[in-house]
């Protein structure tokens, strides 16, 4: 079952979802494989850590990687680096690690979305675990999420 929060979050916001199962997998791709979704639609979520100590969660497809000079520049920082586990373990205390669903609003986090995310109509994103996964309307997840929307992410 997907996090309480994030379930209670939608359906009090009457979304429609669809909770996915899958093998246990720890990444992105791995998740998209096993159920047989293109890379480009499983949202993941990185968390990067600005030099003043404030995080955030960049949302970005699968295959891609955070860009972190574009990073750097929508947050106004002088530096951004990719947060340690430890810097952000406890904002989740729901979810096992590195499956953070991308409602940085539920976590008190800013949430910023790669903008190649609204290509697809849907998305697929780690509903808190290594074993599931929902799918939802992005048009829906923008809604709820109220993301700044740019470009965040590489394929390199």
């Known amino acids: 079952m997907p996090t309480q929060k994030l379930k209670e979050f939608l359906d009090r916001n009457n979304v429609r979802y669809e909770v996915l199962t899958h093998p246990k997998a720890y990444t992105s791709q791995g998740v998209a494989a ?56 406890g904002k989740f205390p729901e979810c096992e690690l590195g499956a953070e669903p991308p409602f940085g609003n539920l976590y008190d986090m800013p949430t910023y979305v790669d903008e190649s995310l ?24 923008e809604k709820l999420v109220c993301p700044v929307v740019t470009r965040v992410s590489s394929a390199n």
């Open 118 to 141: 609204r290509k697809d109509p849907e998305i697929v994103f780690n509903a808190g675990s290594h074993v599931e996964t929902i799918r939802m309307k992005y048009a829906d997840y």
């Open 34 to 89: 096993s159920l047989h979704v293109r890379g480009r639609e499983f949202a993941k979520c990185v968390i990067v850590k600005t030099d003043a100590g404030k995080l955030a969660m960049m949302v970005i497809p699968g295959p891609r990687h955070v860009d972190l000079d574009a990073a750097r520049e929508v947050l106004g920082a002088r530096q951004v680096e990719l947060a340690h586990e430890g810097d952000f373990a």
